[in-house]
């Protein structure tokens, strides 16, 4: 795909809609973009490259952009493979361009390519900047927003922000689908983490007048900007986003999903304004992730199996604990015919985590409910409505 952005800066990007999974495990039904930009002044710039599934019609789209032009710089903002697959290719087509990145950028470059490019490398640093006539970039870096050697880059001119992975999102150009929805799964599954890094990044670009957002997956944002920077504030700030109770159920035969489920039910008789469940063996996991960092009350119902938990929970609430979750309450259902155990699992791999409220109190359900709803399934839902 080519179109103009501006007069001067053109997307050469491609659509990629036959990819299952991203990464190897997140689920994109609606594809992935990898987004590539060209610079056009007296120097041409070339920002990032794409995935290698997508070669042959990026370096065709960078050709019809370039119109019998030449390529005089390529900015590698970010080293992962999806947007740097061809950075060796594209600079062996054009032998007189020079690479710009930072120290960790070639260091990381000489892990994945063999041809040297020491004598065409450009190293910055922080606010160093690349004339390109008119146009003029200025580099910021943003260590570990998700990888260490990421940087983005401010073009001064036309007062664009070319912000790496940060603004993406999961979906191909193509799709037309919620903005939000899309790029808070793929923020809190992939950058998720790296909260305190992504605040820093917030920051250092705050003082800069910026009027389109090119990302490196998803669209390219110019309307509203202030919406889209204040959604990444929240989730960078680990903040809830909405007031909500997000349930995540673990069974095996039905039984503790008949519980998930009438607690849901329950909720919303007492007047719950949201309640959300996901059925963590058959659902998406990595949107199981997204709700449990969207909603600020989470409610955890899992079987014992084999005296632990359920493996499906088990995963969960490893990715929970990997992405850093914190500042959330949370409740706890479990089940088991003869010696209940889940419920002192989850708690202590939940007490773990920052900022955890533990609510009580615990409904532990033999079996099953056999049409009842115990007590202690009203305390709950009292207590997750007044939390």
Known sequence: MVKNITDSVIYVGCDDTTLDLFESQ????????????????????????????????????????L????????????????????????????PEMKIVGNAKTFTMYNQFFNLDISDRSITVKEGDTLSLGNHTLTFVMAPMVHWPEVMVSYESSEKILFSADGFGKFGALSADEDW???????????????????????????????QTICPLHGPI??????????????????????????????????????????????????????????????????????DAFRY???????????????????EFISHLKAKSYQKRTVGFIENGTWAPMAAKLMKASLESMKNIT??????????????????????????????
């Open 26 to 65: 997140y689920v994109v039904p609606n594809g992935i973009s990898y987004n590539s930009y060209l610079i056009m002044d007296e120097k041409v710039c070339l920002m990032d490259t794409v995935d290698k599934r997508a070669s042959d019609e990026w370096l065709e789209n960078v050709k019809t952009a």
């Open 67 to 94: 119109n019998g032009r030449t390529i005089d710089y390529l900015v590698v903002q970010h080293m992962e493979p999806d947007h740097a697959a061809n950075i060796q290719r594209i600079a062996e087509l054009y």
């Open 180 to 210: 939000a929805c899309e790029a808070r799964r793929y923020y809190f599954n992939i950058v998720g983490k790296y909260g305190a890094q992504v605040q820093a990044l917030l920051k250092k670009v705050a003082a800069l007048d910026i």
């Open 221 to 290: 944002l110019t309307e509203n900007l202030g919406y889209y920077i204040d959604k990444y504030n929240t989730w960078s700030s680990y903040e809830p986003e909405d007031k909500g109770i997000f349930i995540a159920y673990a069974s095996i035969h039905g039984n503790t999903a008949d519980a998930a489920k009438q607690l849901k039910e329950l909720l919303e008789s007492k007047g719950a304004p949201k309640v959300s469940i996901a059925d963590l063996s058959r659902d998406d996991m990595a949107e199981a992730v997204e």
């Open 296 to 314: 600020d009350r989470l409610v955890l119902a899992c079987a014992t199996y084999d005296g632990g938990l359920f493996p499906c929970m088990e």
């Open 358 to 387: 533990i609510l009580e109190p615990t409904v532990t359900i033999k079996s099953s409910l056999k049409g009842e709803i115990p007590e202690s399934m009203q305390q709950l839902a009292d207590a997750l409505i007044n939390a």
